[in-house]
């Protein structure tokens, strides 16, 4: 079984007990891509996005940024239809 294989991962939402989610394929490319930034609101994140955003743009990808209104709720529903609606990849930025 491979590293990858083995891993459990918890959505940090109060689950209870782990949901099984099957992984989602790697995107084959960036270029001509959209890809979300999602800000979720906690010092810092806009820093390390910035920096994941100029990545993306040399490898062709478009980019598309979105704030949480907090860090400390998940993204409201409308927020997250919103980057699924327009978005073939996100990245989420997680910082302090």
């Given at each position: 079984m491979s590293e990858a294989a083995s891993r459990v991962f918890l959505d940090?939402?109060?689950e209870r007990?782990?949901?099984?989610?099957?992984?989602?394929?790697?995107?084959?490319?960036?270029?001509?891509?959209?890809?979300?930034l999602l800000d979720i609101?906690?010092?810092?994140?806009?820093?390390f996005l910035n920096r994941i955003e100029e990545r993306l743009r040399e490898r062709g990808a478009e980019v598309?940024?979105?704030?949480k209104?907090?860090?400390?709720?998940?993204?409201p529903v409308d927020l997250r239809h919103e980057i699924a609606v327009?978005?073939?990849?996100?990245?989420?930025?997680?910082?302090?």
């Open positions: 940090p939402t109060s007990r782990p949901a099984v989610r099957g992984r989602v394929p790697r995107l084959d490319s960036l270029r001509g891509r959209k890809l979300g609101s906690k010092a810092r994140g806009d820093v598309i940024r979105f704030r209104p907090t860090f400390t709720k998940p993204a327009q978005c073939d990849a996100v990245v989420e930025a997680l910082a302090d």
